[in-house]
């Protein structure tokens, strides 16, 4: 993951996150540039990664009480999704958060009952995770649906139901509860 600082033509500081979340990304550079930038939001161009990184993300932008803007020429998809729910405002264009469900990485060899087990740890780390956020964790249901190797794509009213945006005037909504 690479972090760039950046300013719009109106004065607005933020940073774009970008490339893969992986185990070992050291967020302290997320930090210390967000410090030093003023930023007051992050933007992602991800298509996605390590789901414990991205949740680790996610809560150091809420801490640093960053928002999350996302448009759709960019990619934020599998676990940037979660990153992406960390801000303290959020808001997406339609059709730019991507979910579906997660899968195993690497060539560790699990037994039955090792697999399972992760599979139920992750999951109940996503959903204390979400209602942390202040996401409806029924979010997860929905990403299940989809296979690791496909992507669902929300949809406006979609990220309003689920509480993925706190923000969506084209929704008809200038702030959603």
Not at 22 to 47: G, H, I, K, M
């Amino acid at each position: 993951m690479q972090f760039q600082a950046g300013q719009t033509d109106w004065g607005l500081h933020y940073i774009t996150a970008s490339g893969d979340f992986a185990y070992q990304d050291d967020l302290s550079a997320f930090e210390n540039l967000v410090r030093s930038s003023s930023a007051t939001a992050v933007t992602f161009s991800s298509p996605g990664g390590n789901i414990q990184k991205a949740m680790e993300l996610g809560r150091l932008i809420r801490r640093l009480g960053i928002n999350t803007i996302q448009f759709r020429a960019v990619e934020c998809a599998s676990a940037c999704s979660l990153a992406f729910l960390g801000g303290v405002i959020r808001y997406a264009d339609p059709g730019s958060i991507g979910v579906h469900k997660s899968s195993f990485q690497g060539n560790v060899p699990l037994t039955t009952q090792e697999a399972v087990s992760a599979v139920q740890q992750i999951t109940a780390d996503v959903m204390t995770y979400m209602i942390e956020m202040g996401v409806d964790p029924a979010l997860l249901q929905l990403s299940l649906q989809y296979d690791s190797n496909d992507i669902r794509y929300l949809s406006m009213s979609e990220m309003v139901k689920y509480r993925v945006v706190t923000f969506a005037p084209e929704a008809g909504h200038d702030q959603v509860a």
